[in-house]
């Protein structure tokens, strides 16, 4: 039995306390909010963020952030991206013991275009990280909590600590594969949000099966292209954490990109949507890193850009479609077009 804190009541971090609660372990699970904490420990439920389901009993709850880092030998980032380097700079104060750490959330930041590892590297004390691990893959919460069998992917250079990550989260219907490849694996959960977006505009516009296939094939190409560039192995995209959550967070209902991408397609303004969706959509603000790295590493994403215009220059969304389908002649099998 491991004592491990999640940082993040968020229904990923719940569920993924649920699956650590389940396997055996001594969990506690961090709120920012009081009453919050307070549901969790009282009445078993978080009904904002995962309806309907009772939380296991031996599950604890805190929104004292000190009393969860002392807890953790295992320490689960599930903060939105915006949150990472705040709270980590938060929990470096706290941090009096060694500790593995493990982040779930994805994105990139923008203008330091930092991947969370990246940030996590930068803001905790070296001599307080025994590792860090990524854990990512195509994982609703919502299917998780009902014991809908999932498959991710546990990543460090580290193998060792890869495993330790893997023995710790996986069960008969939670399966962890490793990677080393940390780098493809952050960017692959990253930017799928950003596709995801323009999946969910595609039907917005009602452009159907056809499209939203293309678009996902494009995307993963533009995904590969930049992520190889940066040092990702090109296998990974094809993997768990590339076309598998790709493929899950354009097509699901579940999917926060993919319904805030339909409400832009319907032709509702980004803050519309922001507000009406009540939850962080990871794809917008990665749609700016994404931007920008493309023009760091000189990389052509018209998809991405296309977006980009969409999102924070008022483009209207079939005039971006258009211009994309009016591009000049490619050869599909080269990556560099």
Known sequence: MKKVSVLGAGSWGTALAMVLTENGHDTLIWSHREDQAREINERHTNKKYIPNIQLPEKLIAT???????????????????????????????YLKKKALIVHVSKGIEPDTLKRISEILEETLSTHMV?????????????????????TITAACANLRSAEKIQDLFMNHYFRVYTNT??????????????????????????????????????????????GVRMGGNPFTFAGLTGMGDLIVTCTSVHSRNWKAGNMLGKGMKLD?????????????????????????Y????????????????????????????????????????
């Open 63 to 93: 929104s004292d952030l000190q009393k969860a880092v002392d807890h953790g030998e295992i320490i689960v980032f599930a903060v939105p991206t915006k949150a990472i380097r705040e709270v980590a700079e938060k929990v470096n104060d």
């Open 130 to 150: 025994e590792d860090i691990v990524v854990l990512s893959g195509p994982s609703h919460a919502e299917e998780v909590v009902l014991h809908h069998p999932t």
């Open 181 to 226: 490849d940390v780098i493809g694996v952050e960017l692959g959960g990253a930017l799928k949000n950003v596709i995801a977006l323009a999946a969910g505009i595609s039907d917005g516009l009602n452009y159907g099966d056809n499209a939203k296939a293309a678009l996902i094939t494009r995307g993963l190409a533009e995904i590969t292209r930049l």
């Open 272 to 296: 519309e949507v922001l507000e009406n969706m009540g939850m962080v959509v990871e794809g917008v603000r990665t749609t700016k890193a994404a931007y920008q790295l493309a023009q760091k």
């Open 298 to 337: 000189d990389v052509p994403m018209p998809i991405t850009t296309a977006l980009y215009e969409v999102l924070f220059e008022g483009k209207d969304p079939k005039d971006a479609v258009d211009e994309l389908m009016h591009r000049g002649k490619k050869r599909e099998i080269d990556y560099l077009q």
